[in-house]
């Protein structure tokens, strides 16, 4: 039974910051490049963060680059997402999504439900 939950989302004020949690059942992060997505009302799906778990490698959009900052927890099996200085176009539901083997996280096989982050003041 393979899930991927992400959680962590919430209403915040522009400025602040908020940390999403992925946390994996059913199988191990190992061996997996793991990513964070997000979709906001009226647009399409879009990358924000990919680690690969192999070699600790890590990649960020151009638009979250030096405010967010993707980790991993081996032991407890996680992936998380610190998201400061939020604007309000980071308005979205973020998903966790994971696949095992490759390099990048351009074709991702699980995928968590959402969870809802809302930047407004």
């Known amino acids: 039974d393979v899930q991927l939950q992400a959680s962590g989302g919430g209403l915040v004020q522009p400025g602040g910051s908020l940390r999403l949690s992925c946390a994996a059942s059913g199988f191990t992060f190992e061996e997996h490049a793991v990513g964070w997505f997000r979709q906001a009302p009226g647009k399409e799906r879009e990358g924000v963060s990919c680690?690969?778990?192999?070699?600790?490698?890590?990649d960020y959009a151009d638009s979250v680059k030096g405010r967010f900052s993707i980790s991993i927890d081996s032991i407890n099996n996680a992936v998380y997402l610190q998201m400061n200085s939020l604007k309000p176009e980071d308005t979205a539901v973020y998903y966790c999504?994971?696949?095992?083997?490759?390099?990048?996280?351009?074709?991702?096989?699980?995928w968590g439900k959402g969870t809802q982050v809302t930047v407004s003041s």
């Open positions: 999504a994971a696949v095992w083997g490759d390099d990048d996280c351009h074709e991702m096989d699980y």
């Open positions: 680690t690969v778990m192999r070699d600790g490698g890590t």
